[in-house]
């Protein structure tokens, strides 16, 4: 039986303080009771001690940068990305949970009134799970990404399940990591052709279905976020801190049109903006020079974020996904730009041994010769190896997954994914 069963399922033993548990149960001798329900009870002691260190642990980090953008300068900021176009609910409100729960400084959503409230329904209820340890935690900032122009973030797979062939291996459904296609078949192994093949809050747009399809079948659908007006009521209406804004190179004149109708609002109402971009090669200069000039006026209160998007939505592990966003970030720290430099697409748990190898990444109490990173962004790498974690435990993630015994490898995952980055501080 899991060991962390008494823990969630009595919250009430928590909430009578850890601090108890330690003083009652320090002697070993209790732990040596035969009684099943009594080991049962002893085990959940020592999860409890050991969550109750690494809340600690988080807590210590976040109290060396009291405000979230503080960690930019530090070199230590972490940011969550939900997804652009992502709206799997339940699954975002657990995301957030965790990321909040391990000290992540901002969690990236869609500008999705809805997906928003997920996040922040995930925000405080992993605050409210530290306080009953009686550790605070600061709240993360809660940024919209948006995009001013055709963006492979804002787009969604789609096809007609009745022009799939009734022996189709199904190739697409194996290789979505957000377990966004689903097709089924009858007792001959035949393809069910009414199926709602892609369950559309669920697809990001990785577009890894397309190629694979056997009939090129599958297409995918891009969209523009959302007009200003939506902007305009979702930061009246919604808990934001920040906002993103995904650009290219070849998008500079939709650039200074979004910024034309969004500027005014985001100067008075927020407290960062982000430019999301790949790499244009001997454009990119340019371009970003102009979105500087927009952005970066005197005026301006919020802190500015570059975030290098070196290989979008990859969601793949191996130190060489992370190349590419490494590369991009080493060629804007040459530009000069004020603001901060963070990395994403292709980020993953080898993306800070990478950054360490090259020192790129900022080391406290030292000086640096030349710009550094300040930060990374975790985003389809995380999503996809909690869906598969999900999975192989065979955990309803329509559920609060502080309330069933795959939390802690979950927790684990997280935790170890944060911990390397924070703790440098």
């Not at 697409?345 to 406290?364: C, K, P």
Request: with cysteine; net charge neutral; glycine share 6%.
């Amino acid at each position: 039986m899991y060991h962390g069963v008494c823990l969630f399922c009595h919250p009430a033993k928590v909430a009578v303080g850890v601090n108890l548990f330690f003083s009652r149960y320090r002697n070993r001798k209790y732990c040596n009771f035969t009684d099943s329900s009594a080991s049962i009870y002893c085990s959940s002691v020592q999860y409890d001690q050991r969550m109750y260190s690494q809340l600690l642990l988080v807590r210590n980090w976040l109290e060396k940068y009291p405000k979230a953008v503080d960690s930019l300068e530090g070199g230590t900021w972490i940011k969550l990305i939900c997804g652009a176009s992502y709206q799997d609910l339940p699954f975002i409100r657990n995301l957030s949970f965790l990321f909040t729960l391990a000290g992540v400084d901002c969690i990236d959503c869609a500008a999705d009134g809805a997906v928003i409230q997920s996040v922040d329904q995930g925000i405080t209820s992993a605050l409210s799970y530290a306080n009953r340890f009686s550790v605070s935690l600061r709240r993360p900032l809660i940024m919209i990404s948006i995009n001013d122009d055709e963006d492979p973030h804002f787009r969604k797979a789609s096809f007609d399940t009745s022009r799939c062939p009734p022996d189709c291996s199904k190739p697409c459904e194996r290789v979505c990591p957000a377990s966004a296609i689903v097709l089924q078949s009858d007792q001959t192994g035949s393809l069910v052709p009414f199926h709602q093949g892609v369950i559309q809050s669920k697809c990001y747009g990785c577009g890894r279905c397309v190629p694979v399809c056997p009939v090129q079948n599958i297409e995918t659908i891009s969209f523009t976020s959302c007009p200003s007006s939506v902007v305009d009521n979702l930061l009246k209406s919604e808990p934001i801190d920040a906002i993103e804004i995904h650009s290219r190179a070849e998008s500079v004149q939709h650039f200074h049109l979004l910024w034309d109708k969004i500027g005014t609002i985001v100067q008075t109402s927020l407290r960062l903006v982000s430019i999301s971009f790949p790499d244009g090669g001997n454009h990119l200069e340019e371009f970003l020079r102009s979105v500087d000039r927009l952005i970066a006026t005197e005026h301006a209160k919020y802190h500015i974020i570059w975030q290098t998007d070196g290989k979008p939505m990859s969601g793949d592990i191996g130190k060489g996904t992370t190349i590419a966003t490494v590369k991009l970030a080493r060629k804007v720290l040459q530009f000069g730009l004020r603001g901060y430099i963070q990395c994403a697409g292709g980020v993953n748990n080898y993306t800070i041994s990478v950054l360490d190898e090259l020192d790129l990444r900022a080391r406290v109490g030292t000086s640096h010769k030349y710009p550094v990173v300040s930060g990374v962004a975790f985003g389809s790498f995380v999503r996809r190896r909690l869906i598969e974690m999900f999975q192989e435990t065979s955990f309803d993630y329509t559920r609060n997954i502080e309330n069933f015994s795959c939390f802690e490898q979950a927790w684990n995952f997280v935790f170890s994914l944060v911990k390397p980055i924070k703790e440098r501080c």
